[in-house]
C-alpha cells in the first residue's frame, strides 16, 4: 500500500483518471476481444501497461502512470513480450532521475515532440486550455493547464 501512495504521489491527477479509463476498458472488454485480439492490461502503482497490438492508435499500446523505478522495470519486461508498436509514455518533470537514467541506459529516446495533454481543475469555470507559443524543440511552452509527456519507443 505504501508503494501506491508514494507512485500517486509522482503522478499527475489527469494521468490517474487515464489510467483508470484504460482499465475501466479492459475490464468491460469482451472475453473474444481479449482472446482474439490478445488484448491485455496490467496494472501496476498508479498507473498501467497496455496492449492491443492490432490497434491502430499507438494510445492502445503503451506504459503510462507510472514513476517508480520497480514499476517502470516490471511494466517494460511485460510490454517487451508484447507485439505491435509500443510506447513508453512518461511525464519527465516528476519521475525520479533514476527513471530517466535506467530509460536512457535501455536506449529509450523521446520520439517525435511528445503529446499534448490538456488540463484544467475541477475548480476552474473555463475548460480551454492556455495556448502559448513555440520553444526551439518545437512543444508548446507548459502552462498551468497544458503540458508534454515525453514518449519513447519500445
Not at 3 to 21: G, H, K, M, P, T
Not at 42 to 54: D, Y
Not at 65 to 77: I, N, Q
Request: glycine share 6%; aromatic share 8%.
Amino acid at each position: 500500500m505504501d508503494r501506491l501512495i508514494s507512485s500517486r504521489q509522482l503522478v499527475l491527477e489527469e494521468d490517474i483518471i487515464e489510467v483508470r479509463a484504460f482499465i475501466d476498458l479492459f475490464m468491460i472488454a469482451p472475453q473474444t476481444v481479449v482472446d482474439e485480439a490478445k488484448f491485455c492490461c496490467m496494472q501496476l502503482g498508479a498507473g498501467c501497461a497496455i496492449s492491443l497490438p492490432a490497434a491502430p492508435a499507438i494510445g492502445l499500446n503503451r506504459i503510462l502512470g507510472l514513476a517508480t523505478l520497480d514499476d517502470v522495470e516490471k511494466a517494460y519486461e511485460w510490454m517487451t513480450k508484447k507485439t505491435g508498436r509500443r510506447y513508453l509514455q512518461m511525464n519527465t518533470d516528476v519521475v525520479p532521475l533514476q527513471v530517466l537514467d535506467w530509460i536512457r541506459t535501455r536506449g529509450l529516446f523521446p520520439e517525435g515532440n511528445g503529446w499534448a495533454k490538456a488540463a484544467t481543475s475541477s475548480s476552474s469555470r473555463s475548460a480551454r486550455p492556455r495556448w502559448r507559443s513555440h520553444h526551439p524543440r518545437g512543444k508548446y511552452r507548459r502552462s498551468r493547464n497544458f503540458r508534454f509527456d515525453d514518449v519513447c519507443r519500445i
